[in-house]
């Protein structure tokens, strides 16, 4: 059987392209053509498709915010199908069963994998924007969370299966009349994420820089003393004052092996967000052994377990007050043994082990849309 997996676009083969990726690998190795549709694909990661056996289709769309930071150009490829169609209007019927791992492009699928809804996203994000994107928010609002709900309800028409990659994600698309037959949260492969040395120097705390980061929280925390290393690609939502803060070492982009080294040296990991629907950053920093301070909501309060791999904290106050305590004062080295069995539960091997049980499923029963179809859940 041949699969067709849709993702957003691919400048590279992280974040959440990385769930398609583990599937297509699986399914590579049990024998199965795989293809993969993108609005846009860069050459680098359209040579590793290749490499792995999987047929990049590169949509090839023109972007305006090409050199304006991924974030706005996901934003506006995410704007060219909610309000045109532009994305689904260039991809051809094909009979092989379609996997649809994006908000980008609305084709029929025999499964749709909620990542989060731009519009919910957008709003959660407004209080850390500067007051020219807030106001342009603003007055988007209204229009924005229509063509939002209009998309959702579509793909939701048009897909066999829905799955969420967290049960906080599932509760947002409910809003919008979404029923979730299945949550199956994000992979880590246990195997790269691990700790890269038994003696962590724990000299300085953890952060990421992103569209999601409360940058307010962390300069309050700087602020007190703490050493913080950042890591992320810039965007143009980094605030000046934190990249140079005389206690922010802010290092930009970095290859996995240094994010391994960042994280097992690391005495926590630092996680102010405003909208996380599951998070990476924290189960990556639990796979090395780190453990983490983050909010007692959204995706991470799924998996972080409080004064066990962790600390979930309801507010700013509360989350600055316990990093500084934890920088002053450390904690019992038992929590780096705790982050990494709790960790190896999301290793990519189970990951695959869901999906295949929903595939197969899928596969005696290819001709089941109206949501009926149901396996035992995950």
């Not at 791999?309 to 019992?332: C, F, H, I, M």
Request: aromatic fraction near 10%; charged fraction near 20%; proline fraction near 6%.
């Amino acid at each position: 059987m041949d699969f067709t997996l849709i993702c957003d676009i691919m400048m590279d083969l992280e974040g959440s392209i990385r769930p398609a990726m583990y599937l297509a690998n699986e399914l590579i190795a049990r024998g199965h053509g795989v293809s993969m549709i993108s609005p846009l694909i860069s050459r680098s990661a359209e040579q590793r498709l290749k490499t792995s056996g999987i047929t990049p289709v590169n949509l090839r769309a023109k972007l305006i915010a090409k050199k304006s930071g991924l974030s706005l150009l996901w934003l506006e490829t995410w704007a060219r199908e909610a309000f045109l169609g532009l994305n689904s209007r260039h991809v051809a019927n094909d009979p092989s069963a379609t996997i649809n791992f994006s908000q980008v492009i609305s084709v029929p699928s025999s499964v749709w994998y909620l990542q989060g809804p731009p519009s919910i996203a957008l709003e959660d994000m407004r209080k850390e924007l500067s007051t020219g994107l807030k106001t342009a928010f603003d007055i988007m609002k209204p229009v924005i969370k229509y063509v939002d709900g209009r998309l959702i309800g579509h793909m939701n028409m048009i897909s066999t299966l829905v799955v969420a990659n967290s049960k906080f994600c599932a509760s947002m698309y409910s809003d919008f009349g979404v029923t979730v037959h299945h949550v199956i949260y994000p992979p880590i492969d246990c195997r790269i994420f691990r700790p890269s040395t038994l003696n962590p120097s724990s000299d300085y705390v953890l952060t990421y820089f992103g569209k999601e980061t409360k940058f307010s929280v962390i300069k309050r925390i700087a602020d007190e003393g703490v050493k913080i290393k950042a890591f992320g690609s810039k965007t143009p939502f980094i605030p000046e004052k934190l990249v140079n803060h005389p206690k922010i070492d802010f290092v930009g982009r970095v290859s996995t092996k240094e994010l391994v080294n960042l994280y097992s040296n690391a005495l926590f990991t630092l996680f102010p967000f405003t909208h996380e629907p599951f998070g990476y950053v924290p189960l990556e920093s639990m796979a090395c052994g780190t453990p983490v301070v983050t909010y007692d909501v959204q995706g991470p309060s799924e998996y972080l377990s409080n004064e066990d791999t962790g600390w979930l904290l309801a507010t700013d106050d509360g989350l600055a007050q316990k990093s500084v305590r934890l920088w002053n004062e450390g904690y019992p080295p038992q929590l780096r043994m705790n982050c990494m069995k709790e960790a190896s539960k999301f290793d990519v091997r189970f990951y695959v082990k869901k999906w295949l049980k929903i595939l197969s499923a899928i596969e005696e029963k290819p001709n089941c849309v109206d949501g009926s179809l149901r396996v035992e859940a995950v």
